[in-house]
């Protein structure tokens, strides 16, 4: 269960920013100015046991923050966020990995990131090289990899992991067909299992096809909060009606 | 039940297990990738503070001269002592850059990080306490028992350096400069602190001032434990001093470090 009540993230963007010795005795006098951004405003919401959220919205709605939050990377300026159960986070396009280290050994650094212990590594070692596809390249080091092929083995192992809450954004955008594939059958079985996902994505389809309920988020505010088919239409419809209006105002 | 707010403290430490093993990886990777694509790999480690040792030992003894007993082991346990402190406190500010990729993406306690990197030195320091030893025998200095105190005086320093190494850590991301300070201050430190020369040679008024610095303190009681060069710091006093400072340090650098660490992922 995940539980957010009035969180708000505010990043300041310092207009330019002061990190070496002689920048900050100059501006020991000035008041610094910085840009507030707010990443999100009052955003409460509740994810059920084994719901499959998704989350939709422009770029810069909140999206990335808001999973970033759930995940303990970030800390919300205020508000409260309480999680129930272990968190895999798969954020924005890939992972942490270490380029100068084999496939192999990533696995084992990655799967201790997420909190799994040695011998849960070994049991699901086989199944995330099986699942990433990466057989052949088990000893090269990750750097060489395509990136396609690092968000395979980053997906792989987060999905290893069986973690009762996924975080996932935009992870099918850079796979290949085949990938995805595999991605939308795993998210079968975990909606089978009972495990919650978040899922921020800009494909619509796939929103539609496999959450429950979806989440449209615009400045950083929960603008619409319903079933899938409904919250797409709606932001299908927003989209459009944008568009008409800046061809209107062009014209 | 993993619960925290933006006001409460007690978001570590909860829900998640397997923290050891997680540092032991980080240790591996960290030792891994410093060591990837050299020829030499680890032996480095072993020989930087002996090719330090030779070239301190030819200037000081051809060239000048200190009366000093068993010289070549009073300054290569200095240098190994020494290294260890500068080798940790300056990757603890490196290291950030390096994981911040890790530290976007995942939430994990951040002081792994710092913790499993010192682990790496400290396996680089006992691997050349052990190169240490071998010359030690060699040289055919007289071996008393006071050398088991050497044990003591090291965990002295571990805690001490990781306590600065923390520290150093935390205030990096938002204020960079501490890199370059530290650098000048680990050289200074170098020379104020009796490593290549005898504690003798410095006028007796300044060693208090001397003797302010901890490290200066376990320097110069390991080469009591191990050649006895004469003198008094075996006794509980200095223990208790040592011991003082670097719990103090540590507390500070780890309640900093937890601090500052929660912003990590924005500031860096």
Not at chain 1, 168 to 186: H, N, P, R
Not at chain 2, 111 to 140: C, E, H, K, Q, R
Not at chain 2, 239 to 250: D, T
Request: proline share 2%.
């Amino acid at each position: 269960m995940i539980e957010l009540e009035d969180v708000n993230k505010v990043f300041r963007l310092p207009h330019q920013k002061k990190t070496t010795l002689r920048q900050r005795f100059v501006s020991v006098f000035r008041k610094s100015t910085y840009e507030k951004l707010y990443a999100l405003r009052d955003v409460s919401l509740k994810v059920k046991e084994g719901e499959f959220l998704g989350i939709i919205g422009k770029n810069g709605s909140g999206k990335s923050t808001l999973l970033k939050l759930i995940a303990k990377v970030l800390e919300p300026t205020s508000g409260r966020i309480a999680v129930n159960g272990n968190v895999a986070p798969f954020l924005e396009l890939g992972v942490g990995f270490q380029g100068d280290l084999t496939v192999k050994d990533n696995i084992y650094l990655y799967g201790a990131l997420l909190g799994m212990s040695r011998q849960e590594i070994e049991q699901k070692y086989d199944w995330i090289i099986d699942f990433s596809g990466l057989e052949r390249f088990v000893d090269a080091k990750l750097k060489n990899l395509s990136s396609g092929m690092q968000v395979r083995l980053g997906f792989s192992i987060t999905v290893g992991v069986e973690s009762s809450i996924l975080l996932v954004d935009e992870v099918l955008a850079v796979g290949d067909i085949d990938f995805q594939e595999k991605c939308y059958e795993s998210f079968k079985s975990f909606k089978k299992n009972g495990r919650t996902i978040l899922f921020v994505s800009h494909d619509l389809t796939a929103v539609e096809q496999f959450c429950d309920r979806v989440v449209l988020l615009g400045n950083g505010q929960i603008k619409n909060i319903g079933l899938a088919p409904s919250i797409s239409d709606i932001y299908k419809q927003e989209t459009a009606t944008q568009k008409q209006s800046i061809k209107q105002s062009k014209e | 039940m993993l619960l925290y707010t933006a006001t409460s403290k007690q978001r570590n430490l909860l829900g998640r297990r397997n923290y050891l093993y997680l540092t032991l990886v980080m240790a591996i990777t960290d030792f891994k990738i410093k060591y990837d694509n050299s020829a030499l790999g680890y032996l480095w480690s072993l020989l930087k503070p002996l090719l330090m040792f030779g070239t301190l030992y030819l200037v000081f003894s051809v060239f000048v001269r200190w009366d000093v007993e068993n010289y070549k082991i009073y300054l290569l346990l200095g240098i190994i002592l020494w290294n260890f402190l500068a080798e940790v406190t300056l990757n603890s500010m490196v290291l950030l850059e390096g994981k911040a990729s890790i530290l976007k993406k995942v939430y994990f306690p951040r002081w792994i990080i710092v913790i499993a990197s010192s682990l790496t030195s400290l396996l680089t320091l006992l691997l050349n306490m052990v190169v240490f030893f071998i010359l030690f025998i060699l040289s055919g200095v007289h071996f008393r028992t006071s050398v088991i105190l050497l044990a003591v005086y090291l965990a002295e320093l571990y805690i001490l350096v990781v306590g600065l190494a923390l520290l150093l850590c935390a205030l990096y991301p938002k204020f960079r400069d501490i890199h370059h300070i530290w650098e000048v201050f680990v050289q200074l430190g170098f020379w104020v602190t009796p490593i290549i020369y005898p504690i003798t040679i410095v006028p007796e008024k300044y060693h208090k001032l001397i003797f302010l610095n901890p490290v200066a303190r376990i320097i110069q009681g390991s080469r009591d434990a191990v050649i006895g060069s004469g003198g008094d710091f075996l006794c509980l006093k200095n223990h208790i001093i040592i011991i003082a400072a670097a719990v103090c340090l540590f507390v500070v650098g780890w309640f900093t470090y937890n601090k500052m660490s929660r912003s990590f992922a924005e500031d860096l």
